[in-house]
């Protein structure tokens, strides 16, 4: 089944401690986002890569971190994390011109 | 810039009933547009696409968009409504050079038994 897969779902963690979400696709795309979603602000870009090695910021990068060595695989890196970081994160593929797969989210919080 | 809004962040109707969400664009260049539906807990799942082509596109779920340049308009519609349809519906638009996906702010479908 062709699909995007994120892991974890759900995460608690404190102020400061790295987390990593990692990000896995099964249908050979070049593309790779990650969106956070977020109540009243709706869906924004955080990072977005189009092949491997090439990573570019969306529109909300600080704090993050991406990086992608393999096609399939596009983690999300968080150094430091901070409460204003607790969101709704989705992780997306997809080829030129055609939209996006998304997987099913990672609820993040951070207290 | 390439942007979407949709009106009305939320939307009520009657089982049974059409369902009509507004989407409205902004691009210089002709747009590939997209409607996602989001299930509570659960990701974006594509609806239907307009990239070239039949303006009048049809979808999952008995849903379709009609692609209208004059009026910059792409709404989605249903002809009638079921209880299983109660979620959260984006319109996006896809800035091609970077393959990145501008959202509108959505809205809430509630279906009234």
């Known amino acids: 089944e062709a699909q995007v897969t994120q892991n974890p779902r759900y995460l608690i963690t404190v102020t400061g401690k790295k987390l990593t979400v990692t990000c896995s696709q099964n249908?050979?795309?070049?593309?790779m986002s990650w969106y956070r979603q977020d109540p009243g602000l709706g869906l924004r870009q955080i990072y977005y890569?189009?092949?491997?090695?090439?990573?570019d910021k969306g529109d909300v990068p600080e704090g993050y971190k991406v990086s992608r060595k393999e096609k399939r695989n596009f983690p999300l890196i968080l150094e430091s994390p901070s409460p204003n970081q607790t969101s709704l994160y989705f992780c997306?593929?997809?080829?030129?011109?055609?939209?996006?797969?998304f997987g099913s989210g990672t609820r993040l919080t951070v207290v | 810039a390439q942007s979407v809004t949709q009106l009305g962040s939320h939307v009520s109707v009657s089982e049974g009933a059409l369902v009509l969400l507004r989407c409205n664009y902004s691009?210089?260049?002709?747009?590939?547009l997209f409607w996602y539906v989001q299930y509570p807990n659960q990701g974006l799942q594509l609806l239907l696409k307009?990239?070239?082509?039949?303006?009048l596109v049809k979808g999952i779920n008995g849903f379709e968009a009609e692609f209208k340049k004059s009026e910059t308009s792409f709404h989605l519609t249903k002809p009638s409504a079921h209880m299983s349809d109660a979620a959260e519906y984006f319109c996006?638009?896809?800035?091609?050079?970077?393959?990145?996906?501008?959202f509108g702010q959505g809205t809430r479908l509630t279906i009234n038994p």
């Open positions: 307009y990239t070239t082509g039949a303006t």
């Open positions: 997306a593929s997809s080829r030129q011109g055609y939209g996006y797969t």
């Open positions: 249908m050979n795309h070049e593309y």
């Open positions: 890569s189009m092949n491997v090695e090439v990573t």
């Open positions: 996006a638009v896809l800035i091609q050079g970077a393959q990145k996906l501008v």
């Open positions: 691009s210089s260049v002709p747009p590939y």
